[in-house]
């Protein structure tokens, strides 16, 4: 009889450790367990709502502060200014280059303007300024009331732009284009209501001229 390698059962012999059992079938999963598998899978591959979209929020308020320089700008642009017989800019032997920030009021023969709107009329003898239905108190009032209400707004935006940029808020700056016979009185009452109304720096408009 041949030898058998060790450890190898003989020839019709069961398999060690007894008969091979069956393997037990998988019961189908139920349509419950299906859905809550599904939920689960659905739940987990979503994606937060903030990176689906692009947040445009910062984006408005950068370019709401980029608007109001611009208008700022347009406004107080030299090649704005009017050229007519009713405003004669008075002439200067200044080199100073013109500043570009400031509310742009405007005082003709005729009328005062700020940011193109007419404020009120100028008489003919404005010696004694506006009339007196436009201050405050009567005719020896400094104070021009429709010249301060047209302020307002502007000051308003103006204090929001200086916050932003890191300037004073408290005061704001005006460029006064002038006809060059205005009167003393009217000029003083135009300086004297925007103090009131917060405005602290003063630019006279003038034309270069040859020394």
């Keep these: 009889m041949a030898n058998m390698p ?12 007894g008969p091979a059992k069956p393997m037990a079938r998988q ?9 809550r598998e599904l939920r689960k899978e659905i739940r987990r591959r979503a994606h937060e709502p903030e990176i689906n979209f692009l947040n445009i929020t ?7 502060i980029i608007l109001v320089f ?3 700008s ?14 004669a800019i008075p002439k200067s032997v200044l080199t100073t280059e013109a500043s570009q920030e400031g509310v742009a009021v405007l005082v003709s023969r005729s009328q005062i303007v700020v940011d193109d709107n007419v404020i009120c009329p100028v008489p003919s003898d404005a010696t004694h300024g506006v009339e007196g239905k436009y201050k405050r108190s009567g005719p020896t009032d400094l104070y021009i009331v429709p010249l301060a209400n047209s302020l307002q707004s502007w000051r308003e935006r103006d204090r929001q732009v200086r916050l932003a940029t ?5 005061s704001s700056e005006a460029i006064i284009i002038a006809d ?9 009452e135009v300086l004297f209501t925007l103090g009131q109304s917060e405005f602290a720096k003063f630019h006279l408009m003038v034309l270069q001229s040859a020394k």
């Design 166 to 170: 890191g300037k004073d808020p408290s």
């Design 180 to 188: 060059s016979n205005t009167p003393y009185r009217l000029l003083v």
């Design 58 to 64: 910062a984006m408005l308020d950068m370019m709401t």
């Design 74 to 87: 347009m406004s107080s642009s030299s090649a704005s200014i009017p050229q007519s017989g009713d405003l």
């Design 6 to 17: 060790p450890n190898q059962p003989p020839p019709g012999a069961p398999p060690a450790g």
């Design 27 to 35: 019961k189908p999963a139920s349509m419950a367990r299906y859905k």
């Design 70 to 72: 611009l208008l700022k």
